[in-house]
C-alpha cells in the first residue's frame, strides 16, 4: 500500500450538476478525514469517519453534501447540485487508531481538483 | 474555536542558508498538537514536525527544527541549510489533544517558501 488515493484528480462540471469523489485510505487506517481547499487558503475541516461511524461534521458541510464510508474502508463525497463556490480542492487524509503516536499523523491524498463552470 | 495565523504569504531563502517561518495560534485548551506540514506543487501534503503542547523542549527533524513558545502561543519553523527541494506552501495546523472525536487539523492559510539557487 503506498498511500492513500484519490479519483478522480481533477473533474470540471457545470453547475447544477451531481459530482462523486472517492478516497482509498491507507488500509490499516481507521480514521479519515475531508478537507477542502480553496486558493490561498489552508484546508478545511469538513468531515471525520472512525470505521464506518461519520462522527463530526464541518458547518461547512451544507445539505447538498454528503459523505460515506461504507464497511469502514474507502469513502466518497457526493455534491449535489454544484454551484461555483464548491470550486475547490478537495482533499482526502487518513490516520492509524488511537494509541501511540504515530496516530496523531494524517496522511493525505493527491486531492481531487473540482471546477464548477 | 481555535484559529492559526501564518502571517508571512511568501518567503525566499538563498539555497543552504537558513530561513524562518511564522505561526501563531489561539486557544484556550492547554493540551493540544502543532505540525508542520509541506505541500509541494501539484503533490501530497506530507508532515514535516510535530510538536505535543505538553513537552517544553523543541522538536528537530534533520534539518527542521521548532521554536515552540507556549506562553506567546507561537510555533516558528525553522529550515536549515535550505535546499531546492525545500520549495513548497508551509501550513501550520493545531490538533486538540482532547479525546472524543476532535482529531480535526486546523490549517492557517500558509506561506509559499521559495529556494533561489
Known amino acids: 500500500d503506498t498511500g492513500v488515493s484519490q479519483d478522480p484528480r481533477h473533474k470540471i462540471t457545470k453547475r447544477g450538476q451531481n459530482v462523486t469523489f472517492r478516497c482509498d485510505p491507507i488500509s490499516e487506517h481507521n480514521r479519515l478525514y475531508w478537507y477542502r481547499q480553496t486558493l490561498g487558503q489552508g484546508p478545511e475541516f469538513l468531515t471525520y469517519?472512525?470505521?464506518?461511524?461519520?462522527?463530526?461534521k464541518s458547518r461547512l458541510l451544507s445539505d447538498r453534501f454528503s459523505a460515506e464510508r461504507p464497511k469502514g474502508s474507502f469513502s466518497t463525497l457526493e455534491i449535489q447540485r454544484t454551484e461555483q463556490g464548491d470550486s475547490a480542492m478537495y482533499l482526502c487524509?487518513?490516520?492509524?487508531?488511537?494509541?501511540?503516536?504515530?496516530?496523531?499523523?494524517?496522511?493525505f491524498g493527491p486531492g481531487t481538483r473540482l471546477t464548477v463552470t | 474555536a481555535q484559529t492559526v495565523t501564518q502571517s508571512q504569504p511568501e518567503m525566499s531563502v538563498q539555497e543552504a542558508e537558513t530561513v524562518t517561518l511564522s505561526c501563531t495560534y489561539d486557544t484556550s485548551e492547554s493540551d493540544y498538537y502543532l505540525f508542520w506540514y509541506k505541500q509541494p506543487p501539484s503533490r501530497q501534503m506530507i508532515l514535516v514536525i510535530r510538536q505535543e503542547a505538553y513537552k517544553q523542549q523543541n522538536a528537530t527533524e534533520n534539518r527542521f527544527s521548532v521554536n515552540f513558545q507556549k506562553a506567546a502561543k507561537s510555533f516558528s519553523l525553522k529550515i536549515s541549510d535550505s535546499q531546492l527541494g525545500d520549495a513548497a506552501m508551509y501550513f501550520c495546523?493545531?490538533?486538540?489533544?482532547?479525546?472524543?472525536?476532535?482529531?480535526?487539523?486546523?490549517f492557517g492559510k500558509g506561506t509559499l517558501l521559495t529556494v533561489n539557487p
Open positions: 469517519f472512525q470505521n464506518e461511524a461519520q462522527l463530526e
Open positions: 495546523a493545531y490538533r486538540s489533544g482532547s479525546g472524543g472525536s476532535n482529531y480535526k487539523l486546523t
Open positions: 487524509a487518513s490516520s492509524l487508531p488511537a494509541g501511540g503516536l504515530l496516530a496523531y499523523e494524517q496522511y
